[in-house]
């Protein structure tokens, strides 16, 4: 597969694009004709999505409303096609604003214009690639990045820097790119985030094989990302970064790598940025007896390949996002299969969630300009900032803590409707999976069916009533019971709070990172913090989504925002900056008054958004537009220079 959209002309016979158009997304599919040959006309308003309804199947129009957009696209497509599919000029201004506006069925998208125009990357422009370059701005000054992490990230934050032409070198402890999509290689891991939304935006493939893909597919992109943009030559693999230590005298940063074999070596950098993900430090629960299990016992992010699980009794801890995806994956192939839930999922109904996408929607994608993008635009603003509003404390709300606002309580009906259906027949079970917390408190996971087939085999036991000791041959419940097992895995989670761990990090004036945040981290706009000169974190602390985006958006904008860092040191001859602390502070405290606002804050069932202070630590509580518009450029007056 190649990142590159090449399309392909339109040969096909009226008949057989209309068995195309009959299985075409409709939201995207109006736009993009009009965007392709400039007819506005297309934009029909009875043909207008609803934006209330805007996130159900096809936009939520109607079966009528359907055929009839169907018959507008085919005439339109056969004209583009007798025509030589020669594309108009791009639209702009306040037609794109009209075809987006139509698109999505919105009223008054003016604010998010600019945004969305770069999101779309139509035409494939990359709007987001540096507007400077380092020859021009002080090309006598060395200048050398260094990037830990060679995972979504790094890939992007060493081509962005490459673009800039600033030396960089990226490290990783890992074998190749990919980071997460390297790492976690247990059975049924896949994205839950549409794939033409969890892409980067300036390099959008059409031929995506799953709507949502699976690990290796992932993996391939990343690799093949490294490659196109010519970053692997500065990657230095299997190398983990120990401690990195400012010096206030030489105003850069000295940092211990090891090798595989733990050789130490030091490198100079004159910044470092920290890609290393929030979620890649396995978490294994302090269990009585967990190290006595005399069987193989792993993480789900450490999966071991050689341990063969057919007619094995396997215990698997833990029913979050990683979990609910190997369990259906394994069960048909153990003798038994013990799931051991704390607290159940709120699971999204998701029926394309393992469906390869269909021929008629590659067709489109790789024949009519710009479907691709106007496909990821609507994901982009369906799963985008309206979401939010489902999950924002009501204050006038009354409620029993499972709901948080009228609009949260609708959808935990919807929901619960959802799961009650999916266990109609077995109400011992329905009556366990059903959350008693707000939807959005938790990550909600994406389900097909697949997690009530599973629940429902008669090799699955479903155990709730809590852990009480691991032994050599089992696992124990709090009511005495005895469920023996062969293998135990661990599908606990990661340390997500503890950023930059276990790295050592030593600031100005020997400040040690971990004791300055004891256990809370924080950092301006999820990037930069006080004492900390020219260190820049990407998805840093408060900088993770819940239930609205994509975790790349989130990394462009922090790439950018770092890159403009850079500018403003090279520009102005200095070279370091720190931010300031009341900046930094007012920052985080407007960030705590949002996130206590949020259902994740709000309510007190256990999550991986919360430190062990209970404080949110990783969660960004407003709009993606916020989070864009603020990183857009930095604000000099934001940092001191040094
Ligand atoms: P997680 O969401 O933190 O889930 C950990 C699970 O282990 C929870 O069910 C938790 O129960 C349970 N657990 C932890 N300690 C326990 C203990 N001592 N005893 C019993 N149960 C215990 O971790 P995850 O599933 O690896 O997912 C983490 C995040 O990774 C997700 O939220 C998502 O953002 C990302 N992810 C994404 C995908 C995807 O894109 N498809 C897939 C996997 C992961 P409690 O709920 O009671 O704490």
Redesign the pocket.
Known sequence: MSTTHELSGITESEDELRAILAEAEIPPLLPALAYATGDLSLLRDDLRPDPLTFSLPQGGLTQEQQTSARELALRALVRFRDAGCRTAACPEGDALRHIMEFAVGGSDMKPYLPLLEEEMSHRHEDRRAPQWHKNDVAPTTPFHVLVIGAGMSGILAAHRLKQAGVDFTVVDKNADVGG?WFE?IYPG?????PNHN?SFSFAQRHDWPFF?STQDVLLQYFRECADEFGVRDGIRFETEVRSATWSDEDQRWSVVVANREGREETLEANAIISAVGQ?NRP?L???EGRDSFAGPAFH??SWDPMVDLRSKRVAV?????????LIPEIAPLVSQLDV????P?WMGPTPEYHARVPEAHQWLYGHLPSYSEWNRFCIFWRMGDGALDGVRVDDAWKSDGASVSATNDMVRQFLTEYIKAEFVDQPDLRDVVIPNYPVGA??L??DNGAWATTLKRRNVDLLTG??DRITETGVVTRDGEEHPADVII?????H?SKFLTPMKVTGRGGLDLHEHWDGDARAYLGVSVPGFPNLFCLYGPNT?IVINGSIIYFSECGVRYVLGCVEHLLRNGAKALDVKKDVHDRFNEAVDTENRRMAWGASD????YKNDTGRVSQNWPFTLLEYWERTRHPKPDDYELL
């Open positions: 997460t976690n891991c896949r994205v839950d985030n969890y949502y979620l978490h629960p302090q269990i789900s992010a801890i833990g029913t979050g996002a990683s979990a609910m995806q051991y839930q704390r607290t999922a938790k990550r996971i994406r809590g852990i661990y599908g606990t989670g990661f997500a993770n069932v256990n999550s991986w």
